[in-house]
């Protein structure tokens, strides 16, 4: 079956340094693949996706390329700030036409520092 | 914001208490899904529906019933409430191919 394996947490950063958040997952064919990024006492909120190997998905700085040969898909940030401080999941749907659900990583706590 | 609300927003229940939680949107959305999120496990799919009455269970169904009569309203029942199920809910809503969109969540407490 499908499944994403994401980065342990917590990450620790102080304000501007470099943000990388492992993501790898296991399916067959070309999942579509998203991160999640959710703020304290809120739902989730799509971050960014990628839905083909070698797309690159984009969104308020943070960046995540699909690879489909090391089968990754990790979330970096050049420069973190204070508000970035979040829980960030992984997050994959099946390649198969119909099937909507998501398969979810366990999430990484990022907290920034000033 | 996706228009998607969720009541109770907290609950506190006892063992063996049937309980009832709501996912209502406004989002005419066909699919609507039910997450548990406990620590160390992400969010895991307990539920979801693809259509009025057209429900299957996700990876940890067991305890759990949901109902879908109208294209806005997904209920998430637990029978008899166990302390296993003290946990945040959360509802999605997607339409086919597109993101999931979440509600805010339930935080459910069974002593």
């Known amino acids: 079956g499908n499944s994403v394996t994401q980065m342990e947490g917590p990450v620790t950063l102080s304000e501007e340094a470099f943000l990388t958040i492992n993501c790898t997952y296991t399916a067959t064919g070309y999942p579509s693949l998203f991160w999640y990024v959710q703020y304290p006492g809120e739902g989730l909120q799509l971050l960014l996706k990628?839905?083909?190997?070698?797309d690159k998905g984009s969104n308020k700085g943070f960046e995540a390329t699909y690879r489909k040969e090391t089968t990754s898909f990790h979330l970096e940030k050049g420069s973190v700030q204070v508000s970035d401080s979040a829980v960030y999941f992984c997050a994959l749907r099946s390649a198969n036409f119909g099937n909507e659900k998501l398969t979810f990583g366990t999430g990484t706590r990022l907290t920034i520092i000033p | 914001d996706a228009g998607i609300t969720q009541s109770p927003r907290h609950k506190v229940t006892e063992t063996g208490t049937p309980v009832t939680l709501r996912c209502h949107q406004t989002?005419?959305?066909?699919?609507m899904y039910w997450y548990r999120q406990d620590p160390g496990h992400g969010l895991r799919l307990i539920h979801y529906s693809y259509g009025v009455k057209d429900t299957d269970k996700g990876e940890v169904s067991d305890g759990y019933s949901v109902s879908r009569s109208k294209t806005e309203d997904f209920l998430l029942t637990l029978e008899s409430a166990t302390s296993s199920q003290t946990s945040v809910y959360f509802c999605?809503?997607?339409?086919?191919?597109?993101?999931?969109?979440f509600g805010p969540g339930t935080r459910l407490t069974v002593l």
């Open positions: 989002e005419n959305h066909r699919y």
């Open positions: 999605a809503i997607s339409e086919r191919g597109g993101e999931q969109f």
């Open positions: 990628a839905t083909k190997a070698d």
